[in-house]
């Protein structure tokens, strides 16, 4: 039986899988779509993300090249993070799960209020 392991990089399904498999992944794609985003600025926007997992998540996602980490040479350090070419590719899925998600909270809504 392979495990994931051994189905990353040739099942489409567990190579997705792997690479979103954070808690945060979604939401900090969603947050880069649009533009480059500092550190601090992506934990404001994440509250209830610890600096720790933050920088997980933002190390996995750009190790596995969805995200591009630019530092710039000055003092104070300055980093940004923004979408790579296949991060940016990865919008269309997002806008599907919103279209999906935004359903599913109508579905949940109707079954609550028959």
């Known amino acids: 039986m392979l495990t994931q392991e051994a189905l990353f990089g040739k099942c489409p399904y567990a190579t997705s899988q792997k ?3 954070g808690k945060w992944a979604l939401i900090i794609l969603f947050h880069l779509r649009e ?3 500092r550190f601090n600025e992506l934990q404001k926007a994440l ?3 610890t600096q720790a997992t933050l920088t997980k998540q933002l190390r ?3 190790e596995y090249g969805m995200i591009i980490r630019t530092v710039y040479p000055q003092i104070p350090p300055k980093v940004e993070y ?3 070419d296949m991060g940016h590719a ?3 899925v997002l ?3 919103e279209t999906w998600g ?3 909270i109508q579905h949940q809504k109707n079954a609550m209020n028959p």
């Open 19 to 21: 690479i979103l498999s």
């Open 35 to 37: 533009h480059k985003h």
């Open 47 to 49: 509250p209830d993300i």
């Open 60 to 62: 996995a996602l750009e």
């Open 82 to 84: 923004e979408l790579s």
């Open 90 to 92: 990865f919008s269309e």
């Open 95 to 97: 806008d599907s799960l």
């Open 102 to 104: 935004d359903k599913y």
